[in-house]
Structure formats: C-alpha cells, structure tokens
Nanobody, 124 residues
Framework: QVQLVESGGGLVQPGGSLRLSCAAS????????MGWFRQAPGKEREFVAA????????RYADSVKGRFTISRDNAKMTMNLQMNSLQPEDTAVYSC?????????????????WGQGTQVTVSS
C-alpha cells in the first residue's frame, strides 16, 4: 500500500523560508516522478514542482521558479521542497504526489497517489 506523508508546514513571515518533506512507503520510490501541488482557499489545486525518479530533472511553476527547490533522497525515500522568499500568495495546503507514468507532469488529475497535505501560511 502506497503512502505519502508530508511534514514541515507552518506559519512564516513574508520573506521567510520553510522546508517541506514527503516520506513515501510501499513502493519502489526511485522509479517514479514525484510532484508538489498546492491549493489555496477558494482556488483550484495548482502545480508547484515535479522531479524525475532519478532526481536529475525538475520542473517548476513560473510563480515559484527561483524561490523554490525540489529535491529527493531515494535512499531515504523522501522528497523535499525548499521554499525561500515566501509571500502571502504562497499560502496554501501543500500536497505531495506520485505519478506512475513518466514525464514531469503538471496536471494534478494524472497523479496516482497523494499525501494528506500540510498547511503553509505566510503572514506577518
């Protein structure tokens, strides 16, 4: 049974940083592309970043490019999202996801497994 569990969310002031983690179990982690998505109140879920199984390829939403960094440690079966220069518009529930198909997919409905999400609030 595949499980994805996020951690690391919280409250941070504008300009601050947070590091999210996603721990996976129940699968051969290194085979699969992983992604981060977020959903703010009243808005649709949106793509944040994705990383290939090897970790060698990444893709970012324009809104986070240069501020967020996605990474993974296949030995530990974890994926991380380092978020710097956070702004109030980054406030959302952040969820990690896994897709069995290949490619750095940005469409949420294509992903097969999801974590429960972790709240990130950017406010002074």
């Amino acid at each position: 049974q595949v499980q994805l569990v996020e951690s690391g969310g919280g409250l941070v002031q504008p300009g601050g940083s947070l590091r999210l983690s996603c721990a996976a179990s129940g699968l051969t982690f290194s085979r699969y592309t992983m992604g981060w998505f977020r959903q703010a109140p009243g808005k649709e879920r949106e793509f944040v970043a994705a990383i290939s199984g090897s970790g060698g390829n990444t893709r970012y939403a324009d809104s986070v490019k240069g501020r967020f960094t996605i990474s993974r440690d296949n030995a530990k079966m974890t994926m991380n999202l380092q978020m710097n220069s956070l702004q109030p518009e980054d406030t959302a529930v952040y969820s990690c996801s896994l897709i069995r198909a290949g490619g750095l997919v940005t469409t949420a409905s294509w992903y097969d497994y999801w974590g429960q999400g972790t709240q990130v609030t950017v406010s002074s």
